[in-house]
């Protein structure tokens, strides 16, 4: 197991901002790729961003623009600041990593999960 633990999860107004961290216990130099994504009631737990070894970082259609995946190898955590929130944007957002290069936010390419922190937007 890869212990990751996310933390920054809140309840902010439409428009407002969060920054979600992960600490992850491995060291994220190597050649890992994380990822965030998400899941809201009802809904299939899709992809948000993801960071891969060299920096190459994805993003899903809906936070294009609005929101920003980035790590600190230094301090084996992972970040994503959420800008221009939406109610839609209401979900458990969870960290996760996989070993290798290959860097795409497809949910079953990650073994390691973390417990999710909750991120409820609100008009």
């Known amino acids: 197991q890869v212990p990751l633990m996310e933390s920054g999860g809140d309840s902010v107004q439409a428009g407002g901002s969060l920054r979600l961290s992960c600490a992850v216990s491995?060291?994220?130099?190597?050649?890992?790729?994380l990822g965030w994504f998400r899941q809201a009631p009802g809904k299939e737990r899709e992809g948000v961003a993801t960071?891969?070894?060299?920096?190459?970082?994805t993003y899903g259609d809906s936070v294009k623009g609005r929101f920003t995946i980035s790590k600190d190898n230094a301090k084996n955590t992972l970040y994503l600041q959420m800008n221009s929130l939406k109610p839609e944007d209401s979900a458990l957002y969870y960290c996760?990593?996989?070993?290798?290069?290959?860097?795409?936010?497809?949910?079953?390419?990650?073994?390691?999960w973390g417990q999710g922190t909750q991120v409820t937007v609100s008009t």
């Open positions: 491995r060291n994220i130099a190597s050649a890992y790729c």
């Open positions: 960071i891969g070894y060299g920096g190459r970082t």
């Open positions: 996760a990593l996989r070993a290798g290069r290959w860097c795409e936010p497809e949910v079953a390419a990650f073994p390691y």
